[in-house]
């Protein structure tokens, strides 16, 4: 089975808040974008990786994957307004390698583990896509004007992470025929019939929204 890693970092990182995109923001050095892509290339599971990127930011793409000569890391193409347009931009660049199956990952979470990266593949030798995530652990409580109104049921909830991988072909009928955007790529496979079974995510893979997440990934990277 052949696997391509697609990147999406076109996203403007309005939550974040800082002039460049939090994407490309050191992290002791090395930035979030980066660390991705070598995560992905490290392995040797994934035959290709495609990063998308905004249209604004081929000179901060070069800087951040200088000295990368993989000859797996294609050249960049640039993704659109949503997220999900970003990723149809990717898929539509891989088509013409044809691989069997796709992960698709955020550029902004750095610290996907090579385990997380396995065991979505091998989800996809038997289900036609699988996802990372982590089961609700903590009470939820609906609030209204800062106070606590009603509690909501944890059952059965899961916190969406990335990869999220696809067999390749299915992902981009999927894609191609899907309007709007959407949480994830998991809506967009399931709102096409297919089936999404959950892989164990991981705390550390989380996703750089705010300062906040900049600071604790600060501190991560000072105790690996
Ligand atoms: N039009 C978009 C929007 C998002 N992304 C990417 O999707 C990932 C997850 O999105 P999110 O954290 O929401 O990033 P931003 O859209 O940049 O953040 P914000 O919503 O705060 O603006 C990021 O790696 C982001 O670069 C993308 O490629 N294209
Ligand atoms: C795809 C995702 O990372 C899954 O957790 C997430 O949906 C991305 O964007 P969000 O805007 O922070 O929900």
Not at 33 to 40: A, C, G, I, L
Not at 125 to 149: H, I, M
Not at 160 to 176: D, E, S, V, Y
Request: proline letters at 5%.
């Amino acid at each position: 089975m052949t696997a391509a890693a697609l990147i999406v970092a076109a996203g403007r990182g309005t939550r974040f808040g800082s002039e460049v995109p939090k994407q490309y923001v050191p992290i002791a050095g090395i930035c979030a974008f980066r660390r991705s892509v070598e995560k992905f290339l490290s392995g040797g599971d994934l035959g290709l990786v495609q990063a998308v990127i905004h249209p604004d930011d081929a000179k901060m793409y070069a800087d951040a994957m200088a000295g990368l000569d993989d000859p797996r890391l294609l050249a960049p193409v640039t993704g659109g307004a949503t997220r999900a347009q970003s990723v149809l931009q990717g898929l539509e660049a891989l088509s013409g390698h044809a691989p069997d199956c796709v992960l698709i990952h955020d550029a902004a979470r750095p610290f996907v583990s090579r385990r997380i990266i396995r065991n979505v593949l091998d989800m996809l030798q038997t289900t036609e896509a699988a996802f990372a995530a982590l089961p609700v652990v903590d009470a939820l409580w609906r609030v209204e004007e800062g106070a606590a109104v009603a509690p909501v049921p944890r059952d059965g909830l899961w916190r969406a992470q990335t990869p999220q991988g696809f067999h390749f072909q299915t992902l981009l009928k999927a894609h191609r025929g899907y309007q709007g955007d959407a949480a994830d790529d998991v809506e967009i496979a399931r709102a096409a019939g297919m089936t999404a079974r959950v892989v164990e995510g991981a705390s550390e893979n989380f996703k750089i929204t705010t300062p906040q997440d900049l600071r604790r990934a600060e501190q991560l990277v000072s105790v690996l």
